[in-house]
């Protein structure tokens, strides 16, 4: 059968093409585009929320370990504090507890860098000629204390914005061969202080303790450097009351009789 040519002429052009060749087949180059545009859009809200989300862990898991910092670091003080002592010689000692710990502020143009605190202190763990003299035989018979010291003091390179902490443990006098112990405690103080604080009364006792204050910090990723980065640090400030066990022993016992055989002696000055 004919098509008649009037007909066929009013037919679309585009009606009369094959199903290969319409163009609703495919996309064009303006849908393309907001396709894209639109998952860059997507991508990049999704991208912000997942940044955010690991700088909170990861903001999390540094507050963690400054905690474990701070606790292992104060930890070390409270033992130290705790068996603080006097240097004890035949005539005694004096019982002042602000002496107890000589504190030497800084030089430099901040009063924390060089600061330290110094003290005697009897020793942790050793044999007992560390801690008390077993070779006299007759007359003085001393019980040997170390020298602590702790030291805020930058590092060499001067580009963190916190201090150094120190650890020095010099061996008494009466122990030849021993030698000074030297230790970097942290790298990451940002604040020390080490306060003695006097409670109580002559007529209920008084209890005689240090107050410590201790900040370590660690600067926050993409938070500067230099003098700047202390702005984006990340802080932990840590507390302690340390009982010191030896002078309150002395204070709440007046009438306790050391002997003249067992005097304290410390490393020579």
């Not at 035949?90 to 600061?115: D, Y």
């Not at 938070?223 to 202390?230: E, F, H, K, M």
């Amino acid at each position: 059968m004919r098509r008649d040519p009037a007909v066929a002429s009013s037919i679309p052009r585009w009606a009369s093409r094959s199903r290969r060749g319409r163009p609703t087949d495919g996309y064009s180059l303006v849908e393309v585009l907001i396709a894209v545009t639109l998952a860059t859009l997507l991508l990049a809200v999704a991208w912000r929320v997942l940044r955010a989300s690991l700088d909170h862990s990861l903001l999390g898991i540094q507050q963690v370990d400054l905690t474990l910092e701070a606790r292992r670091v104060i930890q070390q003080i409270h033992q130290d504090l705790k068996m603080s002592c006097f240097e004890r010689g035949p005539a005694g000692f004096a019982q002042e507890f602000a002496r107890l710990v000589q504190v030497r502020p800084g030089s430099g143009p901040n009063p924390l860098e060089g600061m330290t605190w110094s003290f005697l202190r009897f020793p942790h763990e050793g044999d007992v000629a560390d801690v008390c003299s077993t070779g006299t035989r007759a007359g003085s018979a001393p019980r040997f204390a170390v020298r602590v010291t702790y030291r805020l003091q930058a590092d060499a390179a001067r580009r963190s914005p916190f201090w150094q902490l120190v650890r020095v443990e010099e061996p008494p006098a009466g122990l030849p061969g021993r030698r000074t112990r030297t230790q970097i405690l942290s790298s990451q103080v940002n604040f020390l202080a080490i306060r003695p604080v006097e409670l109580g009364t002559e007529a209920t006792g008084q209890l005689a303790c240090f107050h410590v204050t201790l900040q370590v910090g660690k600067p926050v990723a993409g938070a500067g450097s230099g003098a700047d980065a202390g702005r984006g640090s990340q802080i932990v400030d840590v507390f302690d009351v340390v009982y010191s066990e030896y002078f309150n022993a002395i204070r709440n016992h007046p009438g306790m009789n050391f002997g003249w055989y067992a005097p304290i002696v410390g490393p020579a000055n």
